[in-house]
């Protein structure tokens, strides 16, 4: 008997699948929108989820990235009643085991769920691997869980792996854990940096040279693709390659051979490729700015790094594991932490990452190395500001109401309410016998966080109308443009009703 969730807000179609469900010996679950299927995502555990694209809180596919997280997810069988090819490609895209359309039969319904719980036997029914070597990668959230569990994958074979995320998600760790845990482990980890590779001198660099050569040759030097032979070879950031060296690197990728500048003789170099970018490279490709059949080799196996602000859970132990580092380091006792601390920097977005988690440690230790304890005070203002700020939205605001305000009796100086000045006594910033202006009402002025809410709106309208005028209502490009996800893109596009292509 397996565990079902189904995500529907058609009470009708929750209760007949429920039945067919329930026939076929399986114990159904039922939610009608997304909260409540995210609530039970975690709390029960599914092993196959029905999901729904149209839910009254918004669009089925932005639950994706939760429902994919982790060794142990469920599969994903996409219900919905209206036809959505792009809805479709992105389903498959995201990981979905099936899309259907409504009407949904037992016939219909019962094929794709054996298989997929069939699919989700065998996957459980596998050797558990030995424990994977993860230096310097640190997290216990189910988003790095499935990134490990795909290392695993990668590390068992020689296809190449393209690791993609922002800058500062800790790629190159990755690339890393991936040779660490390959056969290959014992020969070498040769890092390219592909956005320092000079043009002139590119062949040399890659390819080595003989001596006499060129004027400078004075002896025989191995490239970067013979130190790679039978190690791993990684290449960072390879979406900064100009044309010229993307045509030298796909020659060498497509054999492994390579003639050294000045030799006469081809060699060859037995080397697993590994790439990195922060940079969407199908964007690319279709823009003429990087080439197809690159890429077509590079991305065998994909592993997205999700960014630190998709994972919060991950920040305190991450800043733990640095502090205890760096203390190390600069010889400096072990600090402790206050609670507020670590919430504060939850709070915080951290637009450059782990990365820009660390350096902001690093900064902070060396400021207030003296202090056994660190607290929210210690951290730089803007991280301050930005948890304050998120603490008063959390208890609706610092300000009062207007209906309390209105409620309010104003009082002048010559009232001598308490806290006023008396008769006779200037007020500040008045003169000896100023009288103080009277207290407008507030009449239909809107509260601020109305008045914020439609403002924001009617910027989010001007700015999606722009951009797909600008994309021409490619959705793919748009999302690439303004950095939102497709599903995320969908779901705001059909709030305002605007169209797509």
């Not at 959230?141 to 490990?148: D, T, W």
């Given at each position: ?293 690159l890429l077509y080799r590079l991305k065998t196996m994909v592993i997205s790094l999700p960014p630190l602000r998709e994972r919060p859970e991950d920040i305190k132990p991450l800043a733990i594991h640095y502090m205890n580092r760096l203390c190390e380091r600069y010889r400096i006792p ?158 705001l596009l059909r709030k305002y009703g605007l169209p797509t292509r």
């Amino acid at each position: 008997m397996a565990r079902l969730l189904l995500i529907d807000d058609d009470p009708f179609f929750r209760e007949t699948i429920g039945r067919v469900l329930d026939r076929m010996g399986h114990e159904p679950l039922f939610a009608a929108t997304l909260e409540e299927g995210r609530s039970l995502l975690w709390a029960e555990r599914p092993d196959v989820v029905f999901l729904d694209l149209r839910l009254p809180d918004g669009y089925g596919l932005s639950l994706m990235s939760e429902l994919r997280q982790g060794a142990d997810c469920p599969e994903v069988i996409i219900v919905t009643g209206e036809e959505d090819p792009e809805g479709a490609e992105l389903a498959i895209k995201s990981g979905a085991w099936d899309y259907l359309q409504k009407p949904v039969t037992q016939a219909s319904l019962a094929l794709p769920l054996v298989r997929a719980l069939e699919y989700r036997a065998q996957k459980a029914a596998k050797r558990p691997r030995a424990v994977l070597k993860r230096e310097g990668i640190v997290g216990v959230s189910r988003a790095i869980e499935f990134c490990l569990e795909q290392v695993a994958q990668a590390a068992d074979s020689d296809a190449g792996v393209l690791v993609t995320g922002e800058t500062g998600t800790g790629k190159e760790l990755f690339a890393r854990a991936i040779h660490a845990n390959s056969p290959r482990v014992n020969s070498n980890f040769v890092v390219v940096d592909c956005a320092a590779l000079p043009e002139t001198l590119v062949e040399s660099v890659l390819f080595g040279h003989v001596k006499g050569a060129f004027t400078g040759a004075d002896r025989d030097r191995d490239g970067l693709f013979r130190l790679a032979d039978g190690g791993t070879l990684f290449l960072d950031e390879i979406g900064e390659l100009s044309p010229a060296i993307q045509k030298v690197f796909l020659r060498v990728l497509q054999d492994g051979r390579f003639r050294a500048v000045g030799a006469k003789h081809e060699s060859q170099s037995d080397f697993r490729l590994v790439a990195a970018t922060n940079r969407d490279l199908g964007i690319m490709a279709e823009r003429g700015g990087f080439r197809d059949d690159l890429l077509y080799r590079l991305k065998t196996m994909v592993i997205s790094l999700p960014p630190l602000r998709e994972r919060p859970e991950d920040i305190k132990p991450l800043a733990i594991h640095y502090m205890n580092r760096l203390c190390e380091r600069y010889r400096i006792p072990t600090k402790g932490f206050s609670e507020e601390f670590f919430m504060a920097l939850a709070a915080h977005p951290w637009p450059g990452n782990v990365r820009e988690l660390f350096n902001t440690l690093e900064r902070m230790l060396l400021q207030h190395r003296d202090q056994p304890v660190l607290y929210p005070m210690h951290l730089p203002d803007d991280i301050r500001i930005r948890a304050i700020r998120a603490g008063s939205s959390a208890r609706g605001g610092p300000g009062r109401s207007r209906e309390a305000l209105a409620g309010e009796t104003c009082q002048t100086p010559s009232q001598g309410a308490a806290g006023s000045p008396a008769v006779g006594e200037d007020a500040p910033g008045m003169g000896s016998g100023a009288v103080a202006a009277p207290c407008r009402a507030l009449g239909p002025v809107d509260e601020w966080k109305k008045y914020r809410r439609r403002a924001l709106e009617e910027a989010e309208h001007r700015y999606l109308r722009e951009l797909m005028e600008e994309t021409g209502g490619n959705v793919s490009r748009a999302s690439a443009v303004s950095g939102l996800s497709p599903s995320r893109m969908y779901d705001l596009l059909r709030k305002y009703g605007l169209p797509t292509r």
